[in-house]
């Protein structure tokens, strides 16, 4: 009967005996993204789809595909962007929307931080905070603009308020995830070393928030922009929005495209910014990218 079994099977020369080939070898894993593509050729894929935009946008204006009532020549954009520059009307009204956003952000960002590690560490704070700040992230911000304005009036304090509850949203339910996502058995493990509660909160807790908190941090980057628009187009003097409602007025898509464009670079630079401080606050993400 032993021979049946085997008989399928190849026999070594040398030895006699039988071996069986459904053997399985390990393979090493391949990263998902290849980490020796050169960092000059990474650098123009991520400009490719722009620069292709701006120039079929130059090739359609300039063979007149393109109504230069309905959008404006890139070179027109460009000739606007430096008249609004050189004369200071950009920067002082670009000066005011990064203030609104950044306190807004600091104000919003914090309150909805500390609430999210409150409640995701005590279930008491679970139980008074979370069913709250749900019925509140269920309210659209925008929605409570004409409320701000009647408590606080058209002041920088209602506009401040309002990008504040936009941003404050991500934050809360980012922190709070994070900071419930640590495995049990860790927290176990340290009870049982004798980690006090401040030491689980700074050496556990946080650390393994830390990815949940940057993305909720750049989250709230954009509901605070978003926010900011807005508050700019609606009971506003100064800014941004109030200078696209003025090119509105007059029919000035030159102007109304570089307030879009300066937008869209608010978005880009958050969206670094963020970066950055993933790179400094989480360095064994850095050295685990360059190991693969």
Not at 72 to 92: C, D
Not at 139 to 159: D, R
Not at 171 to 190: F, H, P
Not at 235 to 261: D, H, K, P
Request: hydrophobic fraction near 50%; charged fraction near 15%; proline fraction near 4%.
């Amino acid at each position: 009967m032993s021979q049946d079994l085997h008989a399928g099977e190849p026999t070594s020369a040398a030895t006699g005996f039988k071996h069986s080939t459904n053997t399985h070898t390990l393979e090493t894993p391949k990263p998902l993204h290849d980490a020796s593509r050169k960092r000059g050729l990474s650098l123009g894929l991520r400009f490719l789809v722009p620069l292709l935009i701006v120039s079929l946008w130059s090739l359609g204006s300039f063979y007149g595909w393109i109504a230069s009532n309905i959008v404006a020549p890139p070179w027109v954009v460009l000739k606007s962007a430096w008249s609004l520059a050189e004369s200071g009307v950009l920067w002082h009204h670009l000066s005011i929307s990064l203030s609104r956003a950044g306190l807004g952000l600091l104000l919003g960002g914090s309150f909805g931080l500390w609430l999210g590690i409150t409640a995701g560490l005590s279930k008491l704070g679970e139980e008074l905070i979370d069913p709250s700040f749900q019925m509140f992230r269920a309210i659209p911000f925008l929605a409570l603009i004409p409320l701000l304005i009647v408590w606080f009036g058209i002041g920088e304090s209602s506009k401040i308020l309002l990008i504040a509850a936009g941003s404050a949203k991500p934050m809360y339910l980012n922190a709070y995830t994070g900071v419930r996502s640590v495995d049990r058995k860790i927290i176990e493990a340290a009870k049982i070393f004798g980690l006090s509660r401040w030491a689980m909160i700074t050496e556990i807790h946080l650390p393994a928030a830390l990815p949940y908190l940057m993305a909720g941090l750049r989250l709230s980057m954009s509901m605070a922009l978003l926010a900011l628009i807005g508050v700019e187009v609606i009971n506003t003097t100064q800014g941004i929005g109030f200078l696209m409602l003025q090119a509105q007025e007059y029919f000035r898509t030159e102007v109304l495209i570089v307030c879009v464009v300066i937008y869209a670079l608010f978005g880009l630079g958050t969206d670094f910014l963020v970066k950055l401080i993933e790179r400094i606050s989480m360095p064994w993400r850095r050295a685990h990218k360059e190991r693969t």
